[in-house]
């Protein structure tokens, strides 16, 4: 009986000591009113790793957060935590509330409650624990205690013991990505991992200051970082991922990229992810049937696999989420997630000859140089005769003419190579390989109908955002669907005609084409004096494929790099035969603009009674660094001079 | 003779089955449901096993990638089980292969999140493997509810798709002896009935349906499709109890009666309802998952979560604490105006609040505007404890009037006063109860000063000093004040040359504008003109003129009708197109 009381005397009392600290800083933690756009607030946010040789880890988290608003209370009504059963253990051990009126409840780990959590196109098994808070009010708060052993993924099975699906997929190592930033206030954040002597660790604090501590222990080294005072980062609109350019630190025992490579290349061929079956061959040479070179082989290859299977992540069980599906179950399923799609396409590419391999990568943010686990996406790489790897994405470019999706480009990769491979970073791609050309020719008559066509053709990723007016529809909405292009701007105009070619889904035969035959009743002001309108090509008509027109110009200046898309270069010409001869009244006045970001041109003439326009457009990278952003802000402005200002035209007498 | 006949039958029976089977084609079809069958049983112990069956083929990629891949079975463990009876691919050539293990998962459904009470309930999602073009699914699964969980045995099924249906079975079978009441609006189809094994079974078969693309400004309360409706509940009291939930929360009272306390019997209620509705997260869950019955609303309060009904029994007890008389209504589809349809299935509760002249009709997950608003047209309003029963049948004319005189100066800036008049739902008489401050249109109302006010009238007036011009080479370009409210705010933006299902509006419209423009010296109007169009949905009149030194502009667009069906919608849009032409909405004025 004795043993039983004295933890639990200890317990009492250590929860006693530290539930006045916890008050006194709550209460001075500060208010909505210092923070009044933040919800709530985290006074303290602590984690504390402990590494084994294994490279199993065990993680403490100890979070204050104080409620600032109802918006705050309403979000917390619940405490949730995300987990993989198959790698990591998760307990939420304690939550303690501390409500402003002075009550204090304490809920433990009896009252979590585990469940499957919900999901979309990733059934993996993912779980949740909750704790009900219920109704908080602004001021009160609460701190969580949660331990935690394991890692975000797990590979295979490597042992029998308990704990052994929580060693992560590169044994023996300890990777982590720490923010340092926040969207919300954040008092104090500290961050300590203890790791064993024997690893090699390295570490980097990126995008600012954090205080840093180490102690070197007989078995273990001690590592602590902190930081106070963290204010909400402060965004800019279009910018890329607030990782890239917020404090974080990234700590790893993994020596380089080279590991990382070789550790890739080798899990996935150990497991056979890209054996081959007599069926999968069998499909490999129906589909090579006619094949003309090696480019084409890999294109119809790549494209099979991009069209033919569906995104959809079904659990392989242990090992599920770095280790890519056998070939023969994706084929079998015809789904997968990219890596399974990645796979696929290394098994058939081998097995119609080719050296391939799969490859890790971020889509969306930058990978920085210390080699934690900073991937979110897989591709696949392949060696033709020129003796390069060239980049394949099959999850990327179904129904877009391309082999590697331009929307990846300034992006970073690792191929899994037996030799290893450093990081990798993919080109620029020419503007040009992603033109959109647009093109009018209209007759204006004296009651200020327009009537004529439009013409636009584009490529690359270009051809691929007109074409999901087609591939991302409903087929029996697609008429309607290029029809809503006009009204959008035109709500009187009336599609004479419409052409989009044969098939959109045969997308490999051709770039996208589309004509429109219109007429637009009013378009125009047309007096005895006067011809007032804005020419219908330059008026942002299919501006799905120029998205950088909805960009937010406000800014003179970026502190942050900034993103589009993709690169494109635009082409538009507009030629409208007017009622009567007639000179420039006024016309919209672009400047020539030419930069490391963008560059933009414009002509208009005016020749009897035929007027022209043209612009000639170029957005030169996909990310973008803040000296780029005054020729990108200047030729967008420029395009959108057309879109917003009329020709004002003096009819000659 | 008789027996040449029945040989010669029997031949051409033979040479029939023979006939290889003409596949139909679908040109604007991603794919066809080959066939579906939905089997509601009414077991004799009270339980009810629901089933469903069906064969779809995918024809066009995006079919396949993006919206058929999944069957989703939702269902709540604590007394439903779940049985998948088959799921499996024939693929293009004829291979037949069986969803995996893993091809079936249990999650948590996502209006679930963040809820502990509601955290049981499930989504059964079956991943279809092996799909491609031309692939048929084939799937058969059924739901057994427990006995004594839901009042009755009761269904809506709305007969129509997003793709092609060339077989489409509705099956009811309840034990012999039990009534069964039904109706089937929009089609002529009878149910075939049959006797078997004790059971009065009952078919509605269906054949060649095309395929239904939601199209914007559709409303339910108006379909279009057919739509079944049946219900072995005889007895609406009874129903009504079983939706019915009482108590009351004192500490969701305490804590709002601190807030409310400085305010006026009104505005008490509208701050309840903004702390519920804003304050207290919504769980969008199907009532048939909690077998319709709502938690005591301390423990909605304190769990700072519920579902509609939940939020709108806390609602109706903290303003019963309050001092007014609150009750819990539902609202639902006019067409299911029979105590013996499941209107139940179709309800959306609300809360009605009486305050002495004024009836206030609130929901619990938003802060509706004004009434007839959120009522809508074509609906009943009914309330679970009592006999109050309300149909909402047409709405008048929702009306915008805005008048103003101007003056224009060189430098393109405006200034002058404007009076507007809003009546019926544009008036958004809840939010100007709670605070006057909320007029609308706040753009033209910049500095707005409430002149009338009543539930179904408001009139503001307004000084206007904007820069609502731009100087061009000596042209003047201004644009024309124009109200948010009614037809900018309830009818679709674009509007297709083609329609197919009517276009449903709130209320008619009646909006007009008549400006009076004072011209700096020496100025002109470039595009004075006078466009009007009237025809049997309405009237478009448009005209800019100049006389001396002062524009006058009037602009006036009148929709009849609530209701524009296909034949109509080319008048209707040929109203909006030109009320929409943007050179209608600008003026151009020389100056030199």
Known sequence: MRKIIIPILCIYASLHAFAQPARKRIETAGTATQFPHSAYMVIFDSTKVDMAESGLSYYNEHKLVKILSTAGAKQFATYRYDYDPLSAYVQLKKLVIYYANGLTKELNAGNEIDYPAPGNVILWGARQKMIELGRLEPGDAFEVFVSKKGFTYALLDQGTDEDSKYIPPMRGHFYDIVPFWSDVPVNEKVYEVTIPNTKQVQYKIYNGKVSEQKKVGSDKTWYSFSLKKITPFTTEPNMVAASDVAPKLLISTSPDWFAKSKWFYKVNEDYGSFESTPEIDRKVKEILKGAKSEIDSVGKLTHWVADEFRYFGLSMGKGEGYTLHKASMTYLDRCGVCKDKAGMLVSMLRSAGFEAYAAMTMAGSRIDLIPADQFNHSVTVVKLSDGKLHLLDPTWVPFVRELWSSAEQQQNYLPGLPQGSDLLETPISDPENHYVKISASSKLAANGTLSGEIHITAEGQSDAALRRLFTGSYKALWTKNVENELLKIYPQGKVVSSFWGNDPY??????????????????????????????????????????????????????????????????????????????????????????????????????????????KASFKKRVYTPEDWPSFRESVKMQKMFIENPFILKIEK | MKLQIIYCLLILLFLTSCTPKIEKNYPEADAVYLKRVKTYHLNTDGSITTSEEKQQKLLTYRAFQSLFGDTHIFFNPDFQTVDVKSAFTIMADGKKVEVPENGINDILPGWCAGSEAYNRLREKVITHTALERNAVINCAWSVNTAKGIVPCLAGTETISSDCPVENYAVVVEVP?????????????????????????????????????????????????????????????????????????????????????????????????????????????????????????????????????????????????????????????????????????????????????????????????????????????????????????????????????????????????????????????????????????????????????????????????????????????????????????????????????????????????????????????????????????????????????????????????????????????????????????????????
């Not at chain 2, 807030?259 to 309840?272: C, F, G, I, N, Y």
């Not at chain 2, 539902?330 to 309800?347: G, M, R």
């Not at chain 2, 000084?463 to 644009?479: K, N, Q």
């Not at chain 2, 209320?507 to 007009?512: A, D, G, K, L, V």
Request: glycine letters at 4%.
């Open chain 1, 506 to 615: 045969n997308y490999q035969s051709g770039p996208i084409e589309l004509r429109i035959n219109y007429e637009i009743p009013d378009f125009a002001t047309v007096t005895s004096n006067e011809v007032i309108f804005r020419p219908l090509a330059s008026s942002g008509i299919f501006d799905g494929a120029m998205r950088y027109l909805n960009f937010d110009l406000s800014l003179a200046e970026r502190k942050f790099p900034f993103k589009d898309g993709c690169s494109r270069s635009i082409e538009i010409t507009d030629k409208t035969v007017l009622p009567a001869r007639a000179v420039f009244a006024w016309k919209p006045e672009p400047s020539q603009v030419s930069g490391t970001g963008a560059q933009f041109a414009s002509s208009c003439s005016l020749s009897g009674n035929k007027l022209t326009v043209q612009e």
């Open chain 2, 176 to 592: 012999e002896g039990v009534t069964l009441n039904y109706q089937l609006i929009n089609s002529a189809v009878q149910p075939e009935t049959k006797q078997k094994d004790g059971f009065k079974i009952y078919t509605w078969q269906f054949t060649d349906i095309p395929q239904h693309l939601a199209e914007n400004n559709e409303t339910v309360n108006l379909p279009t499709v057919p739509v079944l409706l049946f219900s072995t509940q005889n007895d609406e009291a009874s129903i009504l109890k079983w939706l019915s939930t009482d108590g009351v929360s004192d500490e969701a009272v305490a804590s709002i009666k601190k807030e409310t306390q400085s305010l006026t019997p009104a505005q008490k209620v509208l701050k309840a309802q903004e702390i519920i509705a804003n304050e207290v997260n919504t769980l969008f869950i199907p009532a048939p998952l909690t077998a319709f019955k709502s938690r005591a609303p301390r423990e909605v309060w304190l769990s700072n979560s519920g579902t509609p009904f939940e939020k709108c029994n806390l609602l109706a007890s903290v303003i019963r604490s309050q001092g007014a008389n609150a009750e819990v209504c539902i609202k639902y589809p006019a067409y299911c105006n029979d105590e013996q349809l499941p209107f139940h299935l179709l309800a959306e509760p609300l809360v009605k609040v009486n305050l002495g002249r004024d009836t206030l009709y609130l929901s619990a997950t938003h802060q509706n505007r004004n009434a007839s608003e959120f009522l809508g047209a074509q609906t009943i309003i009914r309330s679970l404890s009592s006999n109050f029963k309300q149909i909402n049948s047409l709405r008048p004319s929702d009306l915008v009037k805005i008048t103003g005189e101007m003056k224009l100066s060189r430098n393109e800036k405006i200034n002058g006063k404007i009076s507007s008049e809003y009546s019926n739902s544009s008036v958004p008489w809840y939010s100007l109860l709670a605070n006057q401050a909320n007029v609308p249109d706040k753009q033209i109302n910049s500095k707005a000063k409430i002149e009338e006010l009543s539930e179904h009238k408001l009139v503001v007036s307004s000084v206007i000093d904007a820069s609502l011009s731009t100087e061009r080479g000596g042209y003047l370009f201004v644009t024309i004040p124009e109200s948010h409210e009614v037809s900018a705010s309830i009818i679709p933006s674009v509007l297709s040359s083609e329609r197919i299902n009517p276009v449903a509006l709130p209320c008619p419209i009646n909006e007009s504008y008549h400006f009076q423009l004072q011209l700096p010296e020496n100025s002109s109007l470039v595009n004075s003109l006078s466009e009007e169009i009237s025809n049997s949905i309405g009237t478009v009149k448009i005209s800019f003129s100049q006389k001396e030194d002062k524009i006058t502009i009037d602009k006036h667009l009148t929709i009849n009708n609530q209701s524009i069906n296909p034949k109509e919608y080319t008048q209707f849009k040929q109203l909006m197109d030109k009320w929409r032409t943007p050179q209608f909405k600008e003026l151009v004025i020389c100056t030199k």
